[in-house]
């Protein structure tokens, strides 16, 4: 009897812990990329706005996409790049947003609008941008670092990390070959494709969040990164460097949207503006290390931001990159079949 | 036992039906579809799906899947069976006490247990700081095909070990001192005796690596540093990433039945059933 | 001779089998990020775990999942054995293949055929669908468990009982039940044991900001290494130590009161 007392009460700890009785605040979901967004920041939003912020978290934008489309699970907040928003859009898979529930837009720097995936940001507010380029270790690297040959160079030899997603890599294989990064025609993809199985053999990895680790550590010598991810590595680890190469690049804007069939647009909105709000917004910058399009939360930043290459991004490395724009599903297959091929060769 | 009825395993019988039966049909279906976006129904059969996946690259990855799984059994095996027979050979208590010791890392997380070897085997972890030491400078072997295998035989050895301890601790030692005294020595006594006795426990552990072995994605994920596809990261990449359910679907199937023929296999050669070593418990 | 060579064996063995663990608790301690140095004690990333929401949210759901599933599939799965032995073979054959499934199937496709079934009907994931999922595949285990035990019994015990004068909810409870219970027991350890440690199909079969443990981990040690992983592995190493010396004494107390 007394065993069976004591099994039961044991049993009963973990609903006692999580807090009994219903939850019955307003309730946000929130899908983001993963490490996108100070925890402390959502947090005090749901102080200041007495509801229950359901956080998950994504590596790419194909991934989002598929759970998105798929699953009946709704949520209120997504932050897709320019080129998943793209075909979101054309799908009708978004709410357009009213534009006087947010004031803060405001804040947004007009270069960062009325970009081409999102004509008068009728569906996307701005958060972060930046461009794809190299993080290098200064004291391993002694060729000058501005073409994406030198991720071919065999002196590096198991030092080189590559981005796991698709556009990312092909991009940079194709710009270094001299194609654009959008390109459509299958014989310059396949071209891209058996570049980058040539590559592999020299390849440390294909990493996303784990980028930075390896290269505080010294365990890499150079990496493909997102510029924001760069700026971080940088701002913590001495010796690094980061550069867009000469080819071109990627320059990527990672919007708000509210998908159609959020349950709380409401409150949707209310989150957006809070998150262009200068204070929360430098605070965003200083946790996630991306560039901002907000002036205001600029001005509030610490000054070593100013020197950090991954943060401060030059209008010539913006100038010669180009954004991805969303393929027509038949030249994506070609593209998907060639990154099979590329991760199933030895 | 009139009063029990076996209706009363009807309600589970109907949840079976509800939740193996019919999500397995669903797949099925899907693989032989070719709409991906199943919802707005253009539901065409076709066997597109099994012909795509008849592709030297596609048959490259089940080939290495299958390589590294039997890489992986093979090694726990060579580890497994002396050292069961090495712990049979203990006194009574003291092999309760082996077994256990040998058998708690199970218990701690699958995922930590794998993380674990990240840092190990990352390259300013020990191991390679002990390479170093031996003149082997700059090492990493995280993010290699042995990695990959040795994360597969970490985790999956105690699978391996407790079948055929519990094989072996079965065989009636009364047969061994008879085989002595009729003459065998401990070579004839092993291949003749032991081996043959122990055959179901040996063939239910190499059942209980490989199938995990062969199917796994995180493994590779982590240790692999994603160079190592396997088919088990196809199959996540085609529902997850690339949104192609009807292809996934297709490669699902292949490989449940592969593994279906393994087990009819193995069925064949120990005349009975799966042995999944519940009661040791 | 023999015994140096055999625990050299049993050492080498046990250093391989503990060692990863052992590096993982050591550097739990560690003042740095990376795995490298020593860098003096520090018990900070005890601390950063424990703020750490998603941690602390992932282990109440882990734990809900596993209590809920492990009682659940304990109590149908005993009930439903019961029923099974009753059987007649022409359907007790299929019943216990279709059984037999989520045992034999790699969890992968477990998941994905799962996943499928919620999306195909429109259900929503979340806390739910890996309730349901975990059901799924405990269920099996407990019937493992608990099936042979039937076997064993003598013929007609029940029978026996009742003829002495038990009522049949007596004879169940009293002379039946008994004779299950280690079935049963371990059958429901394997399960809860399953639902803690269970990746693949949480992972499929997960949604709505409702994650355990196995997916909070993978995602953490995706990003790369980090000493708060490090920090819960001992933790929850820490946790399966002290349960074993408990059951070890209470083993113990069970062979001395027989004594």
Known sequence: MKKILLILSLLCLPFLAGGCGSDDRAELTVYNWGDYMDPEVIAQFEEEFNCRVNYETFTSNEDMYVKVKNSSDTYDVLVPSDYMIERLISEDMLRPITKDNIPNLANIDASAQDLAFDPGNQYSVPYFYGVLGIVYNTAQVTEPVDSWNLLWNDKYASKILMYDSIRDSMGASLKRLGFSMNETSEANINAARDALIAQKPLVMAYVTDNVKSLMASGDAAMAVVYSGDAAIIMSETDNLGFAVPKEGSNAFYDNFVIPKNAQNPELAEQFINFMLTPEIAARNIEYVGYSSPNTPALALLDASWSDNAGFNISKEDLARSEIFKDLPSDVMEIYNRAWTEINVSN | ?281 | MKKIFRNLAFGLILLFLYAPILVLIIYSFNDSKIMGPWAGFTLKWYVMLFQDRYILQALYYTLIIAVVATTVSTIVGTISAVGIYRMRSGLKRPYLLLNNIPVLVPDIVMGITLMSLFIFAGMKMGLTTIIIAHITFCIPYVILAVLPRFNRLPENIFEAALDLGATPRQAFWKVLFPEILPGVTSGALIAFTLSIDDFVISFFTAGNGVSNLSITIYSMAKAGINPKINALSTIMFGCIMILLILINIRSEKGIKHIQ
């Open chain 2, 1 to 281: 036992m009139k009063s029990f009825k076996e209706y009363i395993a009807y309600p589970y019988g109907l949840w079976m039906l509800i939740f193996i039966a019919v999500p397995l049909l669903v797949v099925v279906w899907f693989s032989f579809l070719s709409n991906p976006d199943f919802k707005a129904g253009d539901y065409t059969f076709t066997l597109d799906n099994y012909q795509e996946f008849m592709d030297p690259v596609y048959l490259e990855l089940l080939y290495r899947s299958f390589l590294y799984a039997v890489i992986a059994t093979l090694i726990c095996f060579i580890i497994a069976y002396p050292l069961g027979n090495l712990i049979v050979s203990l006194p009574g208590h003291r092999q309760n006490l082996m077994i256990v010791l040998m058998i708690i890392p199970m218990w701690v997380n699958f995922l930590l247990r794998t993380y674990a070897w990240m840092v190990l085997l990352s390259g300013s972890g020990l191991i390679s700081q002990f390479l170093g030491l031996l003149g082997f400078q700059d090492v990493s072997l995280l993010y290699t095909q042995s990695a990959v295998i040795l994360g597969m035989v970490y985790n999956f050895f105690p699978y391996m070990l407790l079948p055929i301890y519990t094989a072996l601790k079965k065989i009636d030692p009364d047969l061994l001192r008879a085989a002595t005294d009729l003459g065998a020595n401990h070579f004839q006594m092993f291949i003749k005796i032991k081996v043959p006795l122990s055959l179901p426990g040996i063939v239910s552990g190499c059942m209980m690596v490989f199938m995990p072995a062969v199917s796994t994605f995180v493994i590779s994920n982590l240790l692999g540093g994603g160079k190592y596809m396997l088919v088990g990261n196809l199959i996540e990449q085609q529902f997850l990433t690339l949104n192609n359910w009807n292809f996934g679907s297709a490669i699902s199937m292949v490989l449940m039945t592969i593994i279906f023929l393994v087990l009819g296999i193995a069925r064949l050669i120990t005349g009975k059933e799966l042995d999944t070593g519940g009661q040791l418990l």
